[in-house]
DNA sequence: TAGAACATGTAACGGGTTACATGATTTG
DNA sequence: CAAATCATGTAACCCGTTACATGTTCTA
């Protein structure tokens, strides 16, 4: 019965997918990719473990077998239960872990033209992914059914990524003050 | 000889922290919490597992046992030269992985009373860090000997922290739109 | 002299990552 | 018909977390 082990923030996420209709595992794997991957990673070895753990616990069930083995999966009353417990539950902390403040903090021993190199590569990687996320939140915006909360963790990732931008700009004065 | 299996962040923080001095493991827990707490957090057991490994690598050796079984280590040469190829490659990207934005997503399955106690609670823990860090940063200048890797790890977060609470500020406004 | 802080470690578990393995269906 | 994509899964490893276990030294 219900008592089931606790559930992960992994498989909720699968969970909550679930209850927008049946999915396989590897819809699974790409829609949490294209709607959580900015801030939930997640891999198919995962996805397909959670899955077989959640079916023994009876929070899922398995549909027919479609072609080419595609097994839909959808959520029990058990399921929504323990997603609906989950989900009013206190977020975890954060997990914190920038291997580039890494990097920084131990900036007095590296080569000062190599941390350029390597500030320069990161800074430029996060140029990208602010024009990705103002260009999504552009398409959200014109489209017809306007999904708040995409659009609201869209805009988390475009302040983080403007406050990081910013920093950098600040970066080599700080670290190398005149 | 050298080729030792690549070395994981957290024993490269742990051998970074050791070229400033023979430390225990004990002194390296309370090092590393202190410096790098805010974006790499690490616990004993790592601690004295990786040091235990670094050890068996040859890439730190432990000293004469002092009282309470104190047993400091040291870097070798093997050891620094693994640090610094460690510090020189290109940093991992960031994992990302934040609860808060997945009950944020899931937002339109959840009690909106809940939802804002949720969000109260964790905008105010944005709130205290940022407050810490802005009294960490004015401790930090008005100190003799500034550290600018420190200063400029802290400015991170102080960036990021304010990015966060600005988000917070709008967020009811597109969660709920008019 | 009791309790806090210091100090070392092991064991077990959970979950994220990578590599491996296999096959079906679509599309150019 | 070849290549890309779809689709499922297993095995092994790495590493972070938690709980357990033990003993010492300082300090109020």
Chains 1, 2 share one sequence.
């Not at 396989?24 to 959580?36: E, I, K, N, P, Q």
């Not at 903090?105 to 000062?112: G, I, Q, T």
């Amino acid at each position: 019965m219900a008592g089931a082990a606790r559930l992960n923030a992994t498989s909720a996420v699968l969970l909550g997918l679930l209850h927008e209709g049946p999915l396989t595992g590897w819809d699974l794997v790409s829609t949490a990719h294209a709607r959580f991957g900015d801030f939930w990673s997640l891999t198919k070895s995962q996805v397909y473990r959670e899955l077989a753990a959640m079916s023994d616990g009876g929070l899922i069930e398995a549909g027919d077998t479609g072609p080419r083995d595609r097994k839909p999966y959808r959520v029990t009353r058990a399921g929504e239960a323990a997603f609906a417990e989950w989900l009013a539950r206190e977020p975890e902390a954060e997990s914190i872990r920038l291997p580039l403040l890494l990097t920084v903090a131990f900036a007095s021993r590296l080569d000062r033209a190599r941390l350029t190199e390597i500030l320069a590569a990161k800074r430029a990687g996060h140029t990208g992914r602010l024009d990705d996320y103002l260009a999504a939140r552009d398409r959200l915006r014109a489209s017809a059914d306007v999904d708040p909360a995409r659009l609201a963790t869209l805009e988390y990732g475009i302040r983080h990524e403007r406050a990081v931008l910013e920093w950098f700009g600040d970066l080599e004065a700080i670290l190398f003050p005149a």
